[in-house]
């Protein structure tokens, strides 16, 4: 079915979504953010799937992907704006973690060259077990690392989306043109021996 180089280049982005959603999902969970890790389930649920149509030519499941890629462009921009506390929005409310947990992000207390600072247990009213652990003097804020993770979620996105439309137009007009000379013809045996059957009526009549 004609040249790969979309197909193609639409399955190595879709690998690396992939790989960047996974390692996402891992630090989410261990940061407690339970909203961003509903959201990167259903994103890597539908990477597969776009994957999937991908490889075997299934427009309706690559249409799901670029879809999604929308939705997921406007949940990373939210999540920028939520860190950056653009637009009213606070870092330390509990929006992503659904009032279950005091951590805010697992950058927050292990983010680059952050020393830890330990939080007294007594004054959150929770175990000392559970006490959050601060970083302190970081190199780079968690607010920018998740920025960033959230701006290459972005870039990904739009990229995907790109691509996902235009493999779909490439496959779209590929149908129709197996449709134009015949491919999905209903009647190929009629046609094939209506002229032999004539023929053997005209040798009958003789």
Not at 97 to 106: I, V
Not at 156 to 180: H, M, Q, R
Request: aromatic residues 14%.
């Amino acid at each position: 079915m004609g040249s790969c180089s979309g197909r193609c280049t639409l399955i190595v982005l879709c690998t690396f979504q992939l790989a960047t959603a996974l390692e996402r999902q891992v630090f989410d969970f261990l940061g407690y953010q339970w909203a961003p890790i509903l959201a990167n389930f259903i994103h890597i649920v539908v990477i597969i799937l776009g994957l999937f149509g991908t490889i075997q030519y299934r427009p309706r499941y690559i249409v799901v992907y670029a879809v999604w890629a929308a939705v997921w462009v406007t949940w990373n921009v939210f999540l920028i704006c939520y860190y950056l506390e653009v637009g009213g929005l606070s870092k330390d409310s509990e929006l992503l973690t659904f009032n279950l947990s005091r951590h805010r992000s697992w950058w927050r207390e292990h983010g680059l060259g952050c020393l830890r600072e330990e939080m007294p247990a007594a004054s959150l009213g929770v175990p000392h077990s559970q006490a959050p652990v601060l970083g302190a003097s970081c190199t780079l804020e968690h607010t920018y690392v998740e920025a960033l993770h959230s701006s290459l979620q972005i870039l990904l996105a739009l990229v995907g989306f790109i691509y996902s439309c235009y493999v779909v137009s490439v496959f779209t007009e590929e149908e129709d043109s197996f449709d134009f000379i015949g491919g999905f013809d209903p009647f190929p045996l009629y046609h094939v021996n209506e002229k032999p059957s004539s023929l053997l009526s005209k040798q009958a009549y003789l």
